[in-house]
């Protein structure tokens, strides 16, 4: 039977754009299925400052544009559909998507992670109409409003210094008395005249007629609560790994996924790669790193498997 590609790549954020790329310059015959614009997390970033290379800040659009078309350059195919099933077969995989069903030799999984919601009333209800997981995306239609950031890692202060940069009232809610985020990032935040940090305060409710208009504030410390006028509340509070293509692989308490260092699951021919899998560190260049990494395991089992394995 005629396998159609060597190596499908699921999720074309930063692991998935690199591991095609470094799959396509290895020979290997790829699709890349992504369901949204390539890119992943990436796209929403504004001012992208730690990507080594990049002296100046770029675009995280633009960034992404640029990983793309340099995997497009080494001959990889882009497929926009969405993944349904992965079915590990003989020697082979069969994937079903959106758009056909196609078979593979080996599999990288680089289905990055979703943001988590808070669940708590009116977040629902208001989302996109004031509550938000993007700043870059929703930020500018709050330009000279107050508006409230709720975390504490390093997204939450990321994109609270983007908004100070849109207005001078923004309050950020952190439910501890210290930020988890990287100490450079977090002194930023604290040094903003823009910002105003309200440590160990929780948000407990978002309210407003058809709009954000306030949220209900609640300090762990003295138990008090109180309400804060707003036009907007962004939430930034970790992220789900996208895993249900794979229920069955070891996962992390935290639910990624779990591979050893070559980027291997405990399948044969199938890798995890990027903010799905258990790693200490989420960022771009750590994704593009573990992307490498997997497509090179991915290139050697095929040789291996089609007999052309060097020594
Ligand atoms: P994170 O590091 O997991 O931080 C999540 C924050 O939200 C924590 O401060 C946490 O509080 C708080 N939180 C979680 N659940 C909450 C709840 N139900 N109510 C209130 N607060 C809650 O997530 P992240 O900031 O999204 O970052 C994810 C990964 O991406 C990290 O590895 C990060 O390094 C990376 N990242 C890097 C950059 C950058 O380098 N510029 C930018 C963005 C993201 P506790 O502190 O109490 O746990």
Same mark, same amino acid.
């Given at each position: 039977?005629?396998?159609?590609?060597?190596?499908?790549?699921?999720?074309?954020?930063?692991?998935?754009?690199?591991?095609?790329?470094?799959?396509?310059?290895?020979?290997?015959?790829? +699709?890349?299925?992504?369901? +949204?614009? /390539?890119?992943?997390?990436?796209?929403?970033?504004?001012?992208?400052?730690?990507?080594?290379?990049?002296?100046?800040?770029?675009?995280?659009?633009?960034?992404?544009? &640029? +990983?793309?078309?340099?995997?497009?350059?080494?001959?990889?195919?882009?497929?926009?559909?969405?993944?349904?099933?992965?079915?590990?077969?003989?020697?082979?995989?069969?994937?079903?998507?959106?758009?056909?069903?196609?078979?593979?030799?080996?599999?990288?999984?680089?289905?990055?992670?979703?943001?988590?919601?808070?669940?708590? /009333?009116?977040?629902?209800?208001?989302?996109?109409?004031?509550?938000?997981?993007?700043?870059?995306?929703?930020?500018?239609?709050?330009?000279? *409003?107050?508006?409230?950031?709720?975390?504490?890692?390093?997204?939450?202060?990321?994109?609270?210094?983007?908004?100070?940069?849109?207005?001078?009232?923004?309050?950020?809610?952190?439910?501890?008395?210290?930020?988890?985020?990287?100490?450079?990032?977090?002194?930023?935040?604290?040094?903003?005249?823009?910002?105003?940090?309200?440590?160990?305060?929780?948000?407990?409710?978002?309210?407003?007629?058809?709009?954000?208009? &306030?949220?209900?504030?609640? *300090?762990?410390?003295?138990?008090?609560?109180? =309400? =804060?006028?707003?036009?907007?509340?962004?939430?930034?509070?970790?992220?789900?790994?996208?895993?249900?293509?794979?229920?069955?692989?070891?996962?992390? =308490?935290?639910?990624y996924?779990?591979?050893?260092?070559?980027?291997?699951?405990?399948? /044969?021919?199938?890798?995890?790669?990027?903010?799905?899998r258990s790693t200490p560190f989420r960022q771009?260049?750590v994704?593009?790193?573990?992307?490498?990494?997997?497509?090179?395991?991915?290139?050697?089992?095929?040789?291996?498997?089609?007999?052309?394995?060097?020594?």
């Open positions: 039977m005629e396998i159609d590609k060597d190596l499908i790549i699921i999720g074309a954020g930063s692991a998935g754009l690199t591991a095609a790329q470094y799959g396509a310059r290895a020979n290997l015959k790829i +699709m890349l299925i992504e369901e +949204m614009a /390539p890119g992943g997390q990436a796209l929403i970033i504004d001012e992208l400052e730690n990507y080594p290379g990049f002296p100046e800040p770029i675009s995280g659009y633009e960034f992404s544009e &640029r +990983m793309h078309k340099q995997a497009v350059n080494f001959g990889v195919e882009t497929k926009t559909a969405t993944a349904k099933k992965i079915e590990k077969k003989d020697g082979y995989f069969a994937i079903e998507t959106s758009k056909g069903a196609f078979t593979t030799y080996a599999v990288i999984l680089s289905t990055g992670a979703k943001h988590s919601e808070l669940g708590i /009333p009116g977040e629902k209800e208001l989302s996109g109409k004031g509550v938000s997981y993007c700043a870059t995306c929703d930020g500018p239609f709050f330009r000279n *409003k107050k508006m409230v950031v709720v975390g504490g890692g390093d997204a939450a202060c990321d994109e609270a210094i983007f908004l100070a940069n849109l207005a001078d009232k923004i309050v950020v809610v952190h439910r501890r008395d210290q930020f988890r985020a990287q100490k450079s990032l977090a002194d930023r935040v604290l040094k903003n005249r823009n910002i105003e940090v309200r440590f160990n305060t929780v948000i407990k409710e978002i309210t407003g007629d058809n709009k954000v208009q &306030r949220a209900v504030l609640g *300090k762990t410390d003295t138990g008090e609560t109180y =309400e =804060e006028e707003c036009a907007a509340v962004f939430i930034f509070i970790g992220s789900i790994p996208q895993t249900d293509l794979v229920p069955d692989l070891e996962k992390d =308490e935290a639910g996924i779990v591979t050893n260092q070559r980027m291997e699951t405990a399948t /044969p021919g199938l890798y995890a790669a990027g903010d799905v771009l260049v994704a593009a790193g573990e992307g490498a990494i997997a497509a090179h395991s991915a290139s050697q089992y095929i040789d291996e498997l089609k007999g052309q394995a060097y020594g």
